[in-house]
């Protein structure tokens, strides 16, 4: 199963992997022996491992968003508007809006597609890099990084950062991302060139634009002029 992720997924993940290796503090979940056939995420209803249903991964998420205060009481028994398959409503919105072919966002929704093996075929990497670069995340940003305030020069020069990280890793479909600092250099370096670019062509317009405005001041070849009492054309 090909899993993608960045990295606050990667960290909880692992962090999840670890409490299930020691057992939770209450003794409810008792150390577990983690192996290639255990289940990614199991049902914490049951002391032997299982893999969690549809029903119950439902369940968690629907208490989660209710604890997070995005849910209130159910009115008069409708559906309510927040549910667990709006999350992935989510996630196809946000990689559309970024320039991601739709074939590579159903493949990583799970989707069967005509394009699936040909998709298959470039690798995890590639689409790893393609979701990496996308920049979603469940954890909140406390401090801006040095990409992070990069983008927002970016965007009031009228960019939008994320989908020129996106399209870029769409043209590299060999490229392996070793770590997170090998890959934030690289959008660093990416995202540098791309205000470079913006900066250079609006100096070009700029200069441009008072070249002309300098030409129709100074008298354009073909402006017709009155001649003043007492002076002279060039051929009189």
Same mark, same amino acid.
């Given at each position: ?50 893999? /969690? ?5 439902? %369940?968690? $998420?629907?208490? #989660? ?8 009481? +159910? *009115? ?61 995340? /469940? ?5 801006? %990084?040095? $990409?992070?305030? #990069? ?8 960019? +939008? *950062? ?61 402006? /017709? ?5 007492? %002076? ?5």
């Amino acid at each position: 199963m090909d899993i993608l992720g960045n990295v606050s997924a990667r960290d909880y993940l692992r962090a999840y992997i670890e409490i299930r290796r020691k057992g939770s503090p209450t003794g409810r979940m008792p150390p577990e022996n983690i192996r290639d056939d255990s289940p990614l995420i199991r049902d914490d209803l049951y002391r032997q491992p299982k893999p /969690i249903t549809t029903g119950r991964l439902h %369940s968690v $998420i629907h208490n #989660l968003y209710i604890k997070a205060g995005l849910l209130t009481s +159910n *009115p008069l028994g409708r559906r309510y508007d927040l549910r667990a398959h709006s999350i992935r409503k989510f996630f196809r919105t946000q990689m559309a809006a970024l320039g991601v072919q739709t074939d590579y966002i159903e493949y990583m929704m799970g989707h069967t597609i005509s394009t699936y093996h040909d998709i298959k075929m470039k690798g995890i990497e590639y689409l790893r890099g393609i979701y990496m670069a996308s920049n979603l995340s /469940i954890k909140p940003k406390t401090r801006l %990084s040095k $990409i992070d305030a #990069l983008k927002e020069i970016i965007r009031a020069w009228g960019l +939008n *950062p994320d989908e020129i990280l996106t399209r870029d890793a769409l043209t590299r479909p060999n490229r392996t991302v070793i770590d997170n600092s090998q890959l934030e250099n690289h959008q660093l370096a990416q995202l540098t060139t791309a205000l470079r670019q913006q900066m250079l062509k609006e100096i070009r317009e700029n200069s441009s634009e008072k070249s002309i405005k300098s030409c129709l001041g100074s008298g354009s070849p073909g402006e /017709i002029r009155t001649l003043v009492e007492g %002076s002279r054309g060039p051929y009189a």
